[in-house]
């Protein structure tokens, strides 16, 4: 806000100053040097004004950058603040000590089923493992048996079926 007042009196002063200097010129033309002087002496004050309006202009409009900025980096470190306090929850719930203690739980229970799978695998005989290929064998041929073809030949002509009665015509029937 203090920054568009300051604009608005910039203005101002502008304004001022062409009147005056016009209104001087039209003093010396009248022969009144000594008004002309004083009143270009105000308009230099003016001019003065004005530069001084410029840099506080200039100062309000860095002073704002930096508040902006300073809000921004608040907003950063609150979101650094909450982060904080969620990773200290975390950790208070899991201590290092617990994953420890959960990684070297799963090991062991992986260590212990690959004992079982080593047992299993090793109690099976070569007769056992034999019959287990032959079974094997047997069950692949299974699957692997076809439907038996027909012998006889296929017929050439499709018998047409008459639309009375879904019977087939006459002359058909004899020539199958």
Do not use: W
Not at 45 to 74: A, C, G, H, P, W
Not at 113 to 130: F, K, V
């Amino acid at each position: 806000q203090q920054r568009d007042k300051l604009r608005q009196y910039q203005k101002r002063l502008s304004l001022g100053l062409e009147r005056e200097r016009a209104l001087a010129r039209q003093l010396l033309r009248d022969g009144k040097k000594e008004k002309a002087m004083l009143l270009l002496k105000k308009k230099r004050y003016q001019e003065q004004l004005l530069d001084k309006t410029e840099n506080q202009i200039s100062n309000l409009e860095r002073m704002v950058q930096d508040i902006e900025f300073t809000q921004i980096e608040m907003k950063v470190i609150e979101g650094l603040k909450i982060g904080n306090e969620c990773l200290h929850k975390m950790h208070q719930v899991m201590s290092i000590e617990e994953v420890e203690r959960i990684i070297g739980e799963t090991q062991d229970a992986v260590e212990y089923q690959r004992q079982i799978d080593e047992l299993l695998a090793g109690s099976l005989t070569e007769e056992d493992e034999d019959a287990i290929l032959e079974e094997l064998n047997a069950i692949t041929q299974e699957q692997l048996e076809l439907p038996e073809v027909p012998s006889e030949p296929l017929p050439e002509k499709i018998p047409e079926v008459s639309p009375i009665k879904n019977r087939p015509k006459p002359e058909l029937v004899a020539a199958s």
